[in-house]
């Protein structure tokens, strides 16, 4: 989950100080605007958007209209016209309309759950990167101080003081560290790829050689209640929690009447009629068993929130913990 990894990601920050200006966040800035993950996403939930206000007016209005000729021709011919107008109550649309807003507010979590997910992503390549440059230049200063070492040997042996085992394994060295650089710099060069995919294909400078300042996590009690607090993730169970209790509410309205009035014009044997016309749809078979699924989906949203929260808090609490260890770890190596 999203907000496991963004505690993983601070878990595993080492706390060097930094002595120059990062470009990290110069490189999230620039994700966020090119990354065409983010921009499908947005663009789904704007379509959603307006998919959700569908149906919300009122239907179409009908016009009918009929010409029959008569048999015999004494019976004259037969006109009738009608245009009519179907409707709800207007409690019905009322409780429509807080339906669609409630689905449209779906978006906000979603498109913040995105966002946090392409963002770590791009992060945690910068971090990596950071890494593979401290490796490299562990690796140019270690084969200096190798190079120098192993021409004192050679000068010792030519001079009968040393031995050619100390060359030869000055020399394996050598070797391992040019490997290691080897390795190091195509993982630069495929994570400088990564970075540049997240940025939707256009090329983005990250250099810093210094990790971020760990951040000072609280109590555990409070990093949980920030975590529930900001998750887009429990924020998206909610939504779905309410917008079932809003489907119920819609699905009750179901058992209401509808509606249908218009005008009736009919023509025959040179007479006419017109007026207006009602009628009245009766809502005894068609809608059955639509209240008792909304209820039942309610139950689920409520146990699906309740699940996640569950194993939200003891997720967090293995990552807190993992976290302590790790920063007993650093402090010891220190």
């Not at 009738?80 to 507010?105: N, T």
């Not at 978006?107 to 946090?116: F, G, I, L």
């Not at 990596?128 to 270690?142: A, P, V």
């Not at 809608?287 to 996640?308: I, M, S």
Request: aromatic share 8%.
């Amino acid at each position: 989950m999203n907000k496991l990894i963004i505690l993983t990601g601070y878990m595993v920050y080492l706390a060097l100080p930094a002595t120059a200006q990062s470009s990290l966040q110069t490189v999230l800035q620039a994700v966020e605007s090119n990354n065409p993950r983010l921009a499908t996403e947005r663009q789904f939930w704007e379509t959603e958007a307006l998919r959700v206000n569908i149906g919300l007016s009122l239907p179409n209005p009908t016009i009918q209209g009929e010409y029959l000729i008569g048999s015999p021709e004494t019976a004259g011919d037969q006109i009738d016209v009608s245009a009519l107008q179907a409707f709800d109550l207007p409690v019905a649309y009322r409780r429509r309309r807080e339906l669609a807003r409630v689905q449209s507010g779906r978006s906000v979590s979603a498109v913040a759950a995105r966002r946090q997910e392409v963002l770590l992503e791009a992060e945690l390549v910068c971090l990596q990167l950071t890494h593979q440059f401290g490796l490299t230049r562990y690796y140019t200063e270690r084969r200096a101080a190798l190079l120098s070492l192993q021409e004192d040997f050679r000068r010792r042996l030519d001079s009968g003081e040393g031995n050619i085992l100390d060359v030869n394994k000055v020399g394996l060295q050598l070797l391992e560290l040019r490997q290691g650089q080897q390795e190091s710099e195509r993982q630069i060069q495929q994570l400088r790829i990564q970075l540049t995919e997240l940025n939707g294909g256009q090329s983005i400078v990250y250099q810093d050689t210094l990790y971020p300042t760990a951040p000072e996590i609280a109590g555990f009690e409070a990093v949980e209640r920030a975590f529930e607090a900001a998750d887009p993730e429990r924020k998206t169970y909610e939504q779905q929690r309410l917008i079932a209790e809003k489907q119920l509410e819609v699905a009750r309205l179901y058992r209401l009447p509808s509606f249908e009035v218009g005008y009736r014009y009919q023509g025959i044997l040179g007479q006419r009629f017109n007026g207006l016309h009602a009628g009245v749809t009766l809502p005894l078979w068609e809608q059955k068993y639509r209240t008792e699924t909304r209820q039942a989906q309610v139950l689920l949203a409520d146990l699906e929130l309740a699940r996640f929260a569950n194993a939200h808090y003891y997720e967090v609490r293995e990552l807190y913990d993992r976290r302590d260890l790790l920063r007993q770890s650093l402090d010891e190596y220190r």
